[in-house]
């Protein structure tokens, strides 16, 4: 059989090294060809460091998070936040982690972030109820998408009604601060259950596969056994806490290229005897194959020879 070629949509950027460059790397920065329902990294950045902006944005991450909540003391909020408006401003396009809506922080987060260019969306820290998520989809713009990021027992049970909720995009999983609120262990058999409910939760909201928790470390084999367990669970994206875990997240949720070899395969097949549907197995593999071949166009993956 012959395969088609796809030709990949590169995300990556090109190295600039001039000072001169440096200094007007706003103007630089690519645009990401990954749709956010189907990012796989999502690159956390610490919005107190502003000298990593564009670095984040010009690195392999299929979208950027910068953050204005647990990564920055609560006497530098406003600072953080600033640096962050400044750079959407100035060229600059990314998500934004606000803080969560219980805190003194929340409101003024959306009134600072409601209208900067560049934003292309907020994930809300600690979701544990869908009017969280409405509400702060309200004070923006009634446009901004919401990121629900789930860190809690109470935001676990209560996430079929947050996927539900007017505004919600994603869902995305909190595990460390949902370990440290249950007393869970790390191991996969342990965060099983969250993960799992996430999935249903976003499929009973018909909204796109869940964004797993981050993993801590530079040990690159445990962050692809990690990534591994995320793709198993039917989690399609990934926190990530450093740079050079964009490639190993973004390797890993991507179909292989087998994958699109057997997608490639059957849907030549399907097509040569015109569409038939001939016994029961052909309705969920043609759906297989055809999630198969979107996400191989979309990340550019080749079908094996």
Known sequence: MTHPIYIPQSTEATSYSSPELSDALPAFIPERNIPAEIARSWLLVNAMKPELFDVSAMSRADSIILDIEDAVDPSQKDTAREHVVNWLTAGGRAWVRINDATSPFWAADLAGLRGTPGLLGVMLAKTESADQVTESFHRMDGRTPVIALVESAVG??????????????????????????????????????????????????????????????????ILREQTGITVMMGMTGKLCLAIDQTHVINEVISPTPSDVAWATDFMADFEANGRVIRDGSDLPRLGRAEKIMKLAVAFGVQPAL
């Open 156 to 221: 676990i049970e209560e996430a079929n009604n947050i996927a539900k909720a007017q505004g919600a995009f994603r869902l995305a999983f909190g595990s460390g601060d949902f370990r440290r609120d249950t007393g869970m262990a790390a191991t996969a058999e342990a965060m099983a259950y969250p993960r799992a409910k996430l999935v249903v939760a976003s499929r009973v909201g018909n909204l796109p596969g869940p964004i797993d928790g981050p993993t801590v470390g530079t040990n690159h084999p």
